[in-house]
């Protein structure tokens, strides 16, 4: 059973801070990597996408991944009250073939202004 | 302006019987999906079309069924066999099936099955 694993939170971070989110996978093999912002009551969106290991920068975003120690994380520079929403990491095993995402269950982000 | 629609945003139905939920894309995207939301779970694939005429089951697609006659239009239809119909469902897709490809989702229906 291939999993994805997040803190569910609340995770709570002063308004200006940098909010760190973490995601944690199984499968060794997996090669994309996405993270999605859900707003209460809506649909997920997409924020960021990442193939390869180390940082990449998105305007306030940063991806991070390490597939030696099979963890990716999302940095929010300079956070702001309309980052709160539930972020949810999602995995796929292969760049090609019938493989499917697994979703985490989603990390709960509160900015306090 | 192109995007992903579903409709309706809210259907509330009675036990036994069967509801079609429509999704319709106009991005030109080869592959979409059907996934289910309960609180506090993570995304759920119930079923997935990779090209017309062509689907695969997901995890849960137990007491589901779809089609997909046209390339923008994968509706989802929750049967009577489906124990617990009750959830938010989603509707995505992708260029491609595949995992380099991004998937962008829905406005969601929010099922309510008394």
């Excluded at chain 2, 089951?57 to 997909?68: M, N, P, Q, T």
Aim: charged letters at 20%; aromatic letters at 12%.
């Amino acid at each position: 059973q291939k999993e994805v694993e997040q803190n569910s939170g609340p995770l709570s971070v002063p308004e200006g801070a940098i909010a760190s989110l973490n995601c944690t996978y199984s499968d060794r093999g997996s090669q994309s990597f996405f993270w999605y912002r859900q707003y209460s009551g809506k649909s997920p969106e997409l924020i960021m996408f990442i193939y390869s290991n180390g940082d990449k920068e998105d305007g306030r975003f940063t991806a991070q991944l390490n597939k030696a120690s099979q963890y990716v994380s999302l940095l929010i520079r300079d956070s702001q009250p309309s980052d709160s929403a539930t972020y949810l990491c999602a995995v796929h095993p292969l760049p090609f073939g019938n493989e499917k995402l697994t979703f985490g269950t989603g990390t709960r982000l509160t900015i306090i202004p | 302006d192109g995007g992903i629609t579903q409709s309706p945003k809210y259907l509330f139905r009675k036990e036994g019987q069967n509801v079609t939920l429509s999704c319709e894309q106009n991005l030109n995207h080869d592959a979409m999906y059907w996934y289910r939301q309960d609180p506090g779970q993570g995304l759920r694939l119930i079923y997935y079309s990779q090209i017309v005429n062509d689907f695969q089951k997901g995890d849960i697609a137990e007491g589901y069924s779809v089609s997909r006659e046209k390339k923008e239009s994968f509706p989802l239809t929750v049967t009577s066999a489906q124990k617990n119909p009750t959830a938010f469902y989603l509707c995505a897709s992708s260029l491609r099936a595949t995992g380099d490809y991004e998937q962008y989702f829905g406005p969601g229906t929010r099922l309510t099955v008394t």
